[in-house]
């Protein structure tokens, strides 16, 4: 009996560039850097070792600052991002990883190895991955 397996990991399909932004950054500065690299969400760095990397989307900047008007220039990245964020490890099956965003109803993560963001990946990321997968029989 045989059964084809995605042979596909979040490494293969991760975006490498990424944005680490300071937690400090105002959302107005955070937003500058993501239009102007055509990005979707940043990471926010750590504070220390024992801190946990945070994001922010455009979604968020939208939802929380544009639609109910405050000053983008005034509020800092810490106050709005999403923190700590579910990471996924770069060898994970891409199947894994997109069962893993429909079941915490997440469109973006950032990819780890070593304990460091190397990547980000998102649902474009992984159906890119999916149209264009790798499968083998095995048995």
Excluded: W
């Amino acid at each position: 009996m045989s059964a084809t397996t995605l042979k596909v990991n979040v490494a293969d399909v991760m975006r490498k560039d990424f944005v680490v932004v300071d937690g400090m950054e105002s959302v107005a500065g955070a937003l500058a850097t993501m239009v102007e690299k055509n990005l979707e969400v940043v990471f926010v760095a750590k504070r220390s070792d024992a801190d946990e990397y945070g994001m922010l989307s455009l979604a968020t900047i939208v939802h929380d600052v544009l639609a109910i008007n405050r000053p983008s220039q005034r509020i800092n990245v810490y106050e709005i991002m999403v923190k700590p964020v579910i990471a996924v490890h770069a060898a994970m099956n891409i199947r894994y990883c997109a069962r893993l965003f429909s079941n915490a109803n997440i469109h973006a993560a950032p990819v780890i190895a070593g304990g460091e963001i190397i990547g980000l990946v998102t649902h474009r990321q992984l159906a890119a991955g999916y149209a264009g997968m790798r499968t083998s029989d095995t048995e």
